[in-house]
């Protein structure tokens, strides 16, 4: 009897393997319609997952059967590296196969995220945004612990001193699309906005005009701020940019409506004759010279108008309302612009 059991069990393994391995074949490719309970296809694997767990839930959904995890069991037994699952927050499309999902989870392939600071707008909004990211750890109480990730050399100029921390910090972080896995630390993409900042503003103070009317590399990031603000057009900003150069050197007031509105604790949508006259810091139409700082973000075309604006003999520019402008030379001229374009709903700069 064992004689016969001796020569019979080669051959019982044999078939075991085989119907092992037809029982994955089958099992790998079993379509998984939910594999898992997610949102926007979306899936967190938490540390400790086992592909065994992972069965038992798709068990409890009726997806597999109880054979269908032992014969995953067996086979992992001969495949030890596929149970070896990464944690992280997962993209699965749907549906998937059982062995893609496997695949996928033991890849360490996670989800990528992305967050996007947006040029011209401000600091406080870009705070907002980044507020609202998911799988994003929110690491940064508020500004103020926000302003201690601030490296800034101090031969680029001093930042702005206006006792609110928002104000001191604008435009000192890069508008871009930074992608991040979930988990990450919001500091560390504050981090690589003012790193990248820095390295823009430089490489153009360095190409800047040598006539430029600018003292360091922190008054430029404050022009390049203004021109963001007042046109999109970027075929157009080298010439507003050089608007209000020509100002500078003749010592004129700049008169620009972005610094005044950024000034600005309630503002309704519209200057007013009163706002112009508002004493605030940053108002160009008071004050001569350069604001306290930036106003809001700034883009490389902005940056470049800035330390390269066109040679003109323009003093004034007003808009056309279809983002265009209208530059002038003379107040005569501009006046003349203003009555055509402007009047009745707004203000010339």
Known sequence: MLKRLFVWLPLLLVLLIVLLWSGWQQLSTHTLSKPVQFTENLYELKAGTSVRSLCRVWQQQQQLTQLDCQVLKLYLKQHPALAQLQQGVYRVPQPITVSAALNLFQSGKVAQFSVTLIEGETLAQSWQRMAAQPYLQHDLADTEALAALIS????????????????????????????????????????????????????????????????????????????????????????????????????????????????????SGRITRANLQDPHRYNTYRHHGLPPGPISLVSRSALIAAAQPELSDYFYFVSRGDGSHVFSQSLEQHNSAVRKYILGRGNGN
């Open 152 to 267: 800034w050399p101090e031969e680029w100029g001093q930042l702005a001193q206006t006792g609110h921390v928002v104000q001191e910090l604008e435009g000192l972080f890069y508008p871009d699309t930074y992608f991040y896995t979930a988990n990450s630390k919001a500091s560390e993409i504050w981090r690589r906005a003012h790193a990248v900042l820095k390295t823009e503003l430089e490489r153009y103070w360095q190409q800047r005009q040598p006539t430029l009317p600018l003292q360091n590399p922190y008054e430029l990031l404050i022009m390049a701020s203004i021109i963001e603000k007042e046109s999109g057009l970027q075929s157009e900003r080298a010439l507003v940019s050089s608007v209000f150069m020509n100002r500078i050197h003749k010592n004129m007031r700049l008169q620009t409506d972005p610094t005044v509105i950024y000034g600005l604790a309630d503002y």
